[in-house]
Structure formats: C-alpha cells, structure tokens
C-alpha cells in the first residue's frame, strides 16, 4: 500500500517519429525559404504578369507563415495513460462529486430522444450515482424536451440497474441497441429484449409528442413541473424553470440502489435581454448547481456527444487527483470523436490526426484548449480562480443531503440565479464563468483559464470517451466550420489574442498554437488566389512558376511532394484510409474557399457594426434519403447557396482553363510550351481530378442532392467574367 501511494496516478510519453519529424521539418523550411527566395528574386516586368506574381509571392508567404505556426505543436506531441487501478487503490470509492452539464437549444434539430440517450449514458457511469448530478439545460424552453427527460427519468430506474449488471458499453440506449449483433456482455436475450422493448416504447411516446407537438393532459398530471408551462409561453420569453426529477436518497432503481441526481433548466428568456446563447446557459447551470449539488468538478457535453466510455470520470479523476501535478491541472479536454463517419470520411469530419497530434501537441506546450465538450473542469476555475502554487482543492465538497421539504425551496432560489436580469452588474461573463462576446466562447475561457497560470490535460483513450453526430450533409459541414472559423478568427482580432493577451503568461509555443486555429479564416484569401489566378495565367500563356528543367523548380516540387506525403503517412497512421486522406483534402480545400471566406468576411462586418452576433444550432436531423446518400458516401448538395455558386465557379474554371491550357500548348509548340508551363498544368490538372464530384454533382447525377441547375447557370456566368479578367 505504500508503494502504491507513491505512484503516479498516470504516465505521460512523447508520441513517436519526432526525430524522423524533425528533420523533415527543417528540409520543408529549407525549400520554404529558396521558393519565396525565387519568388521575390524574379518579378517580372510590368504587363508581363507582374501583378498576378506578386500575389503568388503575398499568398506563398502567408502559407509560410502560417506553415511555421503549426510546427509549434507538432515538435513533440504527447500521449497521457490514467491508471484507474491505482486510483482503485489509493482511495476506493471515496471519490469527488461530479456535476454533468447538457446543453439542447432547440426540440427540432436536436430531438429530444436523441438528448435523453445521452443523458441516460452519463446516468450510467461506473461511478458511485449519489455522487452523479445530471443537469439538462434547454435553451428552447420545451415542453417536449422536459417530457422526454421526465420520461428518461422513469426509463434510469431499470437502464441504469442493467447496464451495471451486465458491464455494458455502450451506455447509450440509442447506441447500444443499434448494434444488436455485437454485444460481448452476458445478457440473456429475453432480458435484453425486455429491456429494449421498454425503451422502444418510450421513444415512441416522446416522437408522437413531439412530432404533435402536445402532452395530455393525463401525462402532465404525472409531474408538477409540467404546469410551469403557459400558453403565454414561447422559447424567447418565459420565466426560468428549475425541476429536480431525481435526487440522491429520494431516488432508487429497480434494485433499490440510489439514483444520480437529475435536473431540469430553462434560464428565463424575456426579448429585452440579450441571453449570450450556450455560454449564458452555461454560466446558469453553473450557477443553480452551485444550490442543488455543488459538486467541485464539472463536465459538460453536447446533447449529440454521449458516454461511450463507462470509466471516463475515473480516468480524468486520474490527472485531477495525481499527487505531483494534479493540483496544476484546471481541466481535462477529452477529443470530439463521432459515430457516424462513412469509411472514407467524406466530408472529412474526421478528427484523427488533430485529437492524435495537434492536441496531443498543444498539451506538450501547456494543455490543449478547452473544445467546448467532452470536459472536465474545477468548479473554482469556471469561478475566476487563480493557480497558486499552495491550492488544495477540498475534494469533499458537494451538496449531499436534501429533504423532499428542501427540494421545493431550493427550486425556487435555482430558479433566481437562472433569472435574465440576474448577471447585471456582475462579474458573470468576464471575470468569472464562460466568456460572452466571442461565437467560440469555449477557447477564449479556455484561454483565460491558462493565462492564470493553470495548465490542462488531453486524454485520448482507446476506447473514446464520448462519441457524437457529425455533420452529414455538405451544408451542415460548412455551417460547422464557418462557426468555428469566425468565432476563432473574431478572438484573434480581440484584446484576447493569444499573442497579446497570453504575452508572458503562456509560453510561445502555446500563444501560436491557439492561433492555428484563429488563423482559419485569413487562410480563405491566399487559397482562393491559388486555385483561381495559376489556372487563368495557363489559358492567357502567363507563366507562375519555373520551367520544369530549372534547378528552381525543385523546391516547389519537394514542399508540394513531401508535405503531402507525410500528410497521407500521418492520416494512415491516425487511422484513416488512403481514400479519407484524399477526401480531407478536397474538403480543406472547400472549407477554405467558403466556410472560411464566410467566417472572414462576417467577422469584419462585426468588427465595422454592420452586423450582429448569431448562433446557428448544427442540425443533428438529416431527411431519409440524404442519410442513404451520405452512407453511400454520396456528396449532398441539393439546396442553392451561394457556397456552391463558389465551389462549382472554382471547379468549372479549373476545367475549362486545362482544357483551354493545354489545346494552346499542343498547337503552339509543345515541346516548348510545356516545359514552362508544366507546373501550372500539374498544379490545375490536381485541381481538376480534386473536383471531380463537383462535375458529377452538376452534369452527371439526377438524384435531388445534385448541384441545383441555378447554381450551375450562376457558376457559368461567373467563369465567363473571370476568363474577361486580365492577368497583369
């Protein structure tokens, strides 16, 4: 026992191949340098493309530039490994109370059968349940959601009881009873078809709810809480509504063990009063947990993100609770993984190689950012508190023990913290809980967070600790990343840029990598130029680049082979296919000319007060026949959008100016003309093959989720006023 004591409760290791990396890197920067050396060593004369070089020379320096901020997490990536064993036996079962935080904003996009799956999944955790409080905020204000969480609070009393006999994973009903054939664990089959019969009936009763829209009258009398809706209600205006449906010693299973707290939020909503969207729900649950439960760790999910790892708690309690830094870790960020992939990763959705190597990265530079779910923080931290080097965290707090005479009472005083005017004139926003202000409210806190002076952990276990909905549909991808890209890029143009606000408080290496991803949306402006100007310079007989047999033409070569060789070596060995790889990279490409431009263009309107601070809900609801589409790993279009009047003008100019290139060459000399124009053939004849299902999309499919025949007329047009332009 006292050589266990002296152990560490989780080791840390150096992700391999960093010497191999290494070297590569400093080649890479080699060819970087005598590349933009050429560049700018050899302009060319006025109205001999000069203008059109120049910017090749300002779009190649900023891939540069942006190329040397991403060698600041990629030096020495590490991978963390908890021992729960020793955890086990340095303090059994008295372990801290942890409080679990859910945000839903809206009944339709996130249907609330899929809501109560996940949060029936951190009901379950392999933890002792009187010290589980699940709080369910909804932002929509429904009466529907409620109704299925009611109804899940009902469904816990056998699920939770099951999935602990059984040791079953995962504890996600939706997800476990999806894949009936695969099931190692020792449940007969009559008893699990029992089991699922009871859940199967009780999402049907939520879907005919909400797909009527109505609960009876019969089914309200059940609960008090379902009287706090009026008709006056609306999910903009309404008065706050706390309902503890489970609590601790008043709540047992089916076996008589003590049920996890289960909370009900909907923060008040009146028109008048700005509502700082998931960052003001989550400083509510904050705030209401503070009276019911007042666990000293919280964790927060999406609504989509549930359990697939029934010892998750356990693991972060392993970085939490480790005697040499423990007391220096504000927060344990675990990855984004989804469950919905296709094979090769369509849309490229696939986080692999940044959860493996740019995370993995940032954590060996002062802890990876905090992503917005799949988290763990102290309570004190999300309270403002500063890292000193004598903190003792009080492990023992937490609410334990309330009467049902309490229960009544300490819903009323919730319901107070949880009223709009509550955070007026206080510190709620800024110095303490979530930041408000930014669309990607989640970096900046996590940010803050390190800049005083705590550090945090990436754990990516084998098993993923949480599994989500990824987007499956091109609309919806785009939708994600233009979120992430304009809250990213709105917080490196604020005071909390990582290179101002982090300057002596975080190392560096740190400052520059939160900005990779702050650097997302400038990134749309040199691409666009790249997959555009080269292409139209071919079909005017402007030449960009190099004759193939110059010396100069090797660093070109090397930079472009070699990045992204070792791009495909790191995606196999992440995980993915060749086929995904190749996908990724049609998808950076198209998230860059749109998601990208829009996060850019719409973060600079903000800046100048043309426009206001939106939060669009990433649907988790695709129609059936999308879904069979995505599973056949069929692109979605569909709907006109102005992002696909750019991807299709971009795919169009590409092919119509290779065709026009190379019919110029082979009449005007080719033995000639392809020697100086071979870099620019190879470069959009890429282009080309990377766009081939944008060209099936538009003159090849007849299925409803082709490119709209408005949207091909519109890319025509613009190509025809493209090819008018001169290249200077």
């Keep these: 026992m006292e050589r266990t004591s002296r152990l560490r409760l989780f080791e840390t290791e150096t992700r391999g191949g960093r010497a191999a990396y290494r070297l590569h890197a400093v080649t890479v920067a080699a060819g970087i340098l005598l590349l933009i050396y050429y560049r700018a060593t050899r302009v060319p004369a006025a109205g001999e493309g000069r203008a059109a070089w120049l910017g090749m020379l300002a779009a190649e320096l900023w891939y540069a530039a942006y190329w040397a901020v991403t060698q600041s997490v990629r030096w020495s990536p590490l991978r963390r490994r908890p021992f729960r064993d020793r955890l086990a036996a340095r303090y059994g079962e008295s372990l801290p109370c942890v409080d679990i935080f859910v945000c839903t904003a809206d009944p339709h996009s996130e249907p609330p059968s899929l809501v109560i799956s996940t949060v029936l999944s951190l009901m379950a955790y392999?933890?002792?349940?009187?010290?589980?409080?699940?709080?369910?905020?909804?932002?929509?204000?429904?009466?529907?959601?409620?109704?299925?969480?009611?109804?899940?609070?009902?469904?816990?009393?056998?699920?939770?009881?099951?999935?602990?006999?059984?040791?079953?994973?995962?504890?996600?009903?939706?997800?476990?009873?999806?894949?009936?054939?695969?099931?190692?664990?020792?449940?007969?089959?009559?008893?699990?078809?029992?089991?699922?019969?009871?859940?199967?009936?009780?999402?049907?009763?939520?879907?005919?709810?909400?797909?009527?829209?109505?609960?009876?009258?019969?089914?309200?009398?059940?609960?008090?809480?379902?009287?706090?809706?009026?008709?006056?209600?609306?999910?903009?205006?309404?008065?706050?509504?706390?309902?503890?449906?489970?609590?601790?010693?008043?709540?047992?299973?089916?076996?008589?063990?003590?049920?996890?707290?289960?909370?009900?939020?909907?923060?008040?909503?009146?028109?008048?009063?700005?509502?700082?969207?998931?960052?003001?729900?989550?400083?509510?649950?904050?705030?209401?947990?503070?009276?019911?439960?007042?666990?000293?760790?919280?964790?927060?999910?999406?609504?989509?993100?549930?359990?697939?790892?029934?010892?998750?708690?356990?693991?972060?309690?392993?970085?939490?609770?480790?005697?040499e830094v423990g007391h220096k870790i504000g927060f344990v960020q675990f990855p984004q993984n989804y469950k919905n992939l296709t094979k090769n990763n369509i849309y490229g959705n696939s986080h692999q190689v940044t959860n493996q190597v740019l995370m993995g990265g940032m954590d060996s530079v002062?802890?990876?950012?905090?992503?917005?779910?799949?988290?763990?923080?102290?309570?004190?931290?999300?309270?403002?508190?500063?890292?000193?080097?004598?903190?003792?965290?009080?492990?023992?707090?937490?609410?334990?023990?309330?009467?049902?005479?309490?229960?009544?009472?300490?819903?009323?005083?919730?319901?107070s913290l949880a009223a709009s005017t509550y955070e007026h004139d206080t510190q709620w926003g800024d110095e303490v809980g979530i930041k408000y202000g930014y669309p990607a409210e989640d970096i900046v806190t996590g940010l803050e967070i390190h800049c005083r002076g705590w550090k945090s952990v990436h754990s990516n276990p084998p098993r993923p600790a949480f599994l989500g909905v990824a987007p499956t549909t091109l609309a919806q991808t785009l939708l994600q990343h233009k979120r992430w890209s304009e809250g990213s890029f709105s917080i490196f143009l604020s005071k909390y840029c990582p290179f101002m606000f982090g300057h002596g408080k975080i190392k560096l290496r740190h400052q520059m990598g939160y900005s990779i991803y702050g650097l997302w949306a400038p990134n749309s402006i040199p691409t666009l130029y790249y997959v555009i100007i080269p292409s139209l310079a071919l079909l005017k007989g402007i030449s960009l680049f190099p004759e193939i047999t110059s010396p100069w033409i090797t660093p070109f070569i090397y930079v472009l082979c070699?990045?992204?060789?070792?791009?495909?070596?790191?995606?196999?060995?992440?995980?993915?296919?060749?086929?995904?790889?190749?996908?990724?990279?049609?998808?950076?490409?198209?998230?860059?000319?749109?998601?990208?431009?829009?996060?850019?263009?719409?973060?600079?309107?903000?800046?100048?007060?043309?426009?206001?601070?939106?939060?669009?809900?990433?649907?988790?609801?695709?129609?059936?026949?999308?879904?069979?589409?995505?599973?056949?790993?069929?692109?979605?279009?569909?709907?006109?959008?102005?992002?696909?009047?750019?991807?299709?003008?971009?795919?169009?100019?590409?092919?119509?100016?290779?065709?026009?290139?190379?019919?110029?060459?082979?009449?005007?000399?080719?033995?000639?003309?392809?020697?100086?124009?071979?870099?620019?053939?190879?470069?959009?004849?890429?282009?080309?093959?990377?766009?081939?299902?944008?060209?099936?999309?538009?003159?090849?499919?007849?299925?409803?989720?082709?490119?709209?025949?408005?949207?091909?007329?519109?890319?025509?047009?613009?190509?025809?006023?493209?090819?008018?332009?001169?290249?200077?």
């Design 126 to 323: 392999n933890y002792p349940a009187g010290k589980i409080s699940v709080y369910l905020s909804d932002d929509g204000g429904s009466i529907l959601t409620f109704y299925a969480l009611w109804e899940a609070s009902i469904f816990a009393k056998h699920w939770i009881p099951f999935c602990k006999r059984y040791n079953i994973e995962p504890r996600s009903p939706a997800a476990y009873f999806s894949e009936s054939d695969g099931h190692q664990d020792l449940c007969t089959p009559k008893e699990r078809s029992l089991i699922r019969e009871m859940y199967e009936d009780m999402t049907e009763r939520i879907d005919t709810a909400v797909s009527s829209g109505d609960i009876s009258e019969e089914i309200k009398a059940n609960h008090k809480g379902f009287y706090e809706w009026g008709q006056e209600n609306t999910s903009k205006n309404h008065q706050p509504i706390v309902q503890i449906l489970t609590e601790g010693k008043n709540a047992n299973d089916d076996e008589g063990n003590v049920l996890p707290t289960l909370v009900y939020m909907a923060r008040e909503k009146r028109p008048q009063h700005h509502h700082n969207f998931k960052a003001g729900a989550m400083n509510a649950l904050i705030r209401i947990s503070s009276v019911i439960s007042n666990s000293p760790i919280i964790m927060n999910v999406d609504c989509d993100m549930y359990s697939n790892n029934c010892d998750t708690i356990r693991d972060a309690l392993c970085f939490f609770l480790d005697e």
């Design 366 to 415: 002062g802890g990876p950012m905090y992503v917005g779910t799949g988290c763990f923080h102290r309570r004190e931290i999300l309270c403002g508190r500063r890292f000193t080097e004598d903190y003792k965290e009080d492990w023992n707090g937490g609410i334990k023990d309330k009467t049902q005479e309490s229960i009544d009472k300490i819903e009323e005083k919730a319901k």
């Design 562 to 728: 070699v990045e992204n060789m070792y791009s495909l070596y790191e995606a196999l060995s992440c995980g993915d296919t060749l086929k995904g790889w190749w996908n990724e990279q049609r998808m950076w490409m198209v998230r860059r000319i749109t998601s990208y431009l829009y996060g850019l263009t719409d973060t600079v309107r903000k800046l100048l007060g043309l426009s206001k601070m939106t939060f669009a809900v990433t649907s988790k609801v695709s129609e059936e026949n999308e879904s069979k589409r995505y599973e056949q790993e069929i692109m979605e279009f569909g709907l006109s959008a102005p992002e696909y009047v750019i991807i299709a003008t971009v795919a169009l100019l590409n092919l119509i100016c290779l065709v026009g290139g190379l019919s110029q060459i082979m009449t005007g000399g080719w033995n000639v003309l392809l020697n100086v124009f071979s870099p620019q053939i190879i470069l959009c004849g890429m282009l080309v093959i990377t766009n081939i299902p944008f060209y099936e999309a538009m003159f090849v499919r007849k299925d409803k989720g082709r490119i709209p025949f408005s949207v091909t007329l519109a890319s025509i047009s613009f190509v025809i006023l493209a090819l008018l332009v001169p290249i200077v």
